[in-house]
């Protein structure tokens, strides 16, 4: 038994609510357990500075950052570090697969992630925000980005972890991304060393719960939005 009571297998619990700020074109407050996020998108629009856009295609421009009362202990320093720079590229590489890019030409598409609340996991929860984001927005996509984090802590391999198990001594932590129709990864990142067994494992527990979050990305969606 975890800490929080949870199976290895389990997702903390999830709670999601959509166009949760007004002047946005689409936004969603994304919560797994003391994670939590705000994600905003806005566009397509011209792209500034000009010379960065595409012609034949549009640029995803993601914003990753963490308010400075969302950490424990002492408050973070507040704006952009390169962690949150590294994250922003991350969270844009693992959606950018999922729009149909092509449909906005000589645009841009602007998606700001806020953390309000860190305890681990708060890519993932960026991830899974700011595709719900660009749905609610009318994007063009070809599939949901669903996203969690697993691992191994004190011998076991568990389903998204929390910080205080990220902290333990034989930690391994994978964040992963995937379009779960195709079944395609979009993001895999890993911090620890794990065999090939190990790996193998962690991998296949992701796609289990990647699959129990589509299923609840899903329901939100349709009880919001029609023709998904
Ligand atoms: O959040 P995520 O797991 O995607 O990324 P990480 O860099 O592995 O950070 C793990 C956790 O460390 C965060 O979720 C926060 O709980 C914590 N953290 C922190 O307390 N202060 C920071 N400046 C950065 C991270």
């Given at each position: 038994?975890r800490?929080d009571?949870r199976?290895?297998?389990?997702?903390?619990?999830i709670?999601?609510?959509?166009?949760?700020?007004?002047?946005?074109?689409?936004?969603?407050?994304?919560?797994?357990?003391?994670?939590?996020?705000?994600?905003?998108?806005y566009?397509?629009?011209?792209?500034?500075?000009?010379?960065?856009e595409?012609?034949?295609?549009?640029?995803?421009?993601?914003?990753y950052?963490?308010?400075?009362?969302?950490?424990?202990?002492?408050?973070?320093?507040?704006?952009?570090?390169?962690?949150?720079?590294?994250?922003?590229?991350?969270?844009?590489?693992?959606?950018?697969?999922?729009?149909f890019?092509?449909?906005?030409?000589?645009c841009?598409?602007?998606?700001?992630?806020?953390?309000?609340?860190?305890?681990?996991?708060?890519?993932?929860?960026?991830?899974?925000?700011?595709?719900?984001?660009l749905?609610?927005?009318?994007?063009?996509?070809?599939?949901?980005?669903?996203?969690?984090?697993v691992?191994?802590?004190?011998?076991?391999?568990?389903v998204?972890?929390?910080?205080?198990e990220?902290?333990?001594?034989?930690?391994?932590?994978?964040?992963i991304?995937?379009?779960?129709?195709?079944?395609?990864?979009?993001?895999?990142?890993?911090?620890?060393?794990?065999?090939?067994?190990?790996i193998?494992?962690?991998?296949?527990k992701?796609?289990?719960?990647?699959?129990?979050?589509s299923?609840?990305?899903?329901?939100?969606?349709?009880?919001?939005?029609?023709?998904i």
């Amino acid at each position: 038994m975890r800490l929080d009571k949870r199976a290895d297998d389990q997702l903390r619990p999830i709670k999601i609510q959509l166009n949760v700020i007004k002047q946005a074109l689409g936004s969603c407050y994304f919560e797994m357990g003391k994670t939590r996020v705000i994600a905003a998108t806005y566009g397509p629009q011209e792209v500034h500075p000009k010379h960065i856009e595409e012609s034949d295609k549009c640029i995803l421009m993601c914003n990753y950052n963490m308010l400075p009362f969302s950490v424990d202990g002492n408050r973070k320093k507040p704006g952009y570090d390169r962690r949150s720079v590294e994250i922003s590229k991350v969270v844009r590489e693992a959606l950018e697969p999922a729009v149909f890019t092509e449909e906005y030409p000589r645009c841009a598409i602007n998606i700001d992630m806020q953390i309000i609340q860190a305890d681990a996991g708060t890519r993932v929860a960026a991830i899974n925000a700011t595709s719900l984001c660009l749905c609610c927005a009318g994007i063009a996509m070809r599939d949901i980005v669903v996203s969690v984090a697993v691992g191994r802590a004190n011998k076991k391999i568990l389903v998204d972890l929390t910080k205080q198990e990220e902290d333990a001594d034989d930690a391994i932590d994978m964040p992963i991304a995937i379009m779960p129709r195709e079944k395609k990864i979009t993001l895999l990142q890993m911090d620890g060393i794990a065999s090939i067994d190990e790996i193998k494992e962690i991998i296949n527990k992701s796609f289990i719960a990647c699959d129990e979050l589509s299923k609840i990305h899903r329901a939100v969606l349709n009880k919001n939005i029609s023709n998904i």
